[in-house]
């Protein structure tokens, strides 16, 4: 069975800091690989997706993803983060096939000035 | 295009009542799921709908159902409700099932008192 491990529960970082969220992800084949992000009252937005090939992934508001396929892990990093950012971030895994997405618990991130 | 959309936002609904939710698809998608947001149990998948049939299904009571319209709009239905059914309902759509990337909608908050 697939599952998702976000170690940090919650991360404090200064604003214009460097951020790296963590996920590591237990799946027998090769899996297809989620970031979303959560404002507070908000649905789940889609940060970037990783299916297979070049496995850094860029995603929207300056975000990018690596897929370390020996570490199995797919962490998420931004080089200066904004108040902005300030949200819970969520890692998911799926497959090929009719798999639904397994999520992990989720990283809570505040951003201070 | 238009974003998934989901009706209504906000329910408060006591004990032993039922409650229907409704999701409208982006448009052009054919899947459409529904998850489970709480704080202690995080994201579950409770089923996905194709073609106005149940393709696949968590691990929820009986009392937790759906169905799919022509039109790809989905509703969801919780019967007897309990107090640990409050939650964050998310639907989310995809083109052609849940192999694909899921947009997710901004959810309907449930509060069962």
């Known amino acids: 069975a697939q599952s998702v491990t976000q170690p940090d529960i919650h991360i404090t970082v200064s604003e214009g800091a460097s951020l790296e969220l963590r996920c590591n992800y237990s799946?027998?084949?090769?899996?297809?690989l989620f970031w979303y992000v959560q404002s507070p009252g908000q649905g789940l937005q889609l940060l970037l997706k990783?299916?297979?090939?070049?496995?850094l992934v860029q995603g929207i508001k300056g975000f990018e993803a690596e897929f370390k396929r020996s570490q199995s892990s797919f962490n998420l990093r931004k080089p200066s983060v904004h108040w902005s950012d300030a949200a819970e971030y969520f890692c998911?895994?799926?497959?090929?096939?009719?798999?639904?997405?397994?999520f992990g618990k989720g990283t809570r991130l505040s951003v201070i000035a | 295009k238009a974003g998934v959309t989901q009706t209504p936002r906000y329910l408060i609904k006591t004990r032993g009542q039922q409650v229907t939710l409704s999701c409208s698809p982006i448009?052009?998608?054919?899947?459409v799921s529904w998850y489970q947001q709480t704080p202690g149990q995080g994201l579950q998948f409770l089923f996905e709908?194709?073609?106005?049939?149940?393709?696949n299904k968590g691990n929820f009571p009986g009392r937790f159902s759906g169905r799919q319209f022509s039109n790809s709009r989905s509703e969801m239905n919780v019967s007897t409700l309990e107090l640990g059914d409050s939650a964050l309902y998310l639907c989310?759509?995809?083109?052609?099932?849940?192999?694909?990337?899921?947009?997710f909608g901004p959810g309907t908050r449930l509060t069962v008192l």
């Open positions: 989310a759509s995809s083109l052609e099932g849940l192999g694909d990337t899921q947009y």
């Open positions: 799946y027998g084949a090769t899996p297809y």
């Open positions: 990783y299916f297979s090939g070049d496995t």
């Open positions: 998911a895994v799926g497959a090929q096939g009719n798999t639904p997405l397994v």
């Open positions: 448009s052009g998608h054919r899947s």
């Open positions: 709908y194709f073609s106005e049939t149940q393709r």
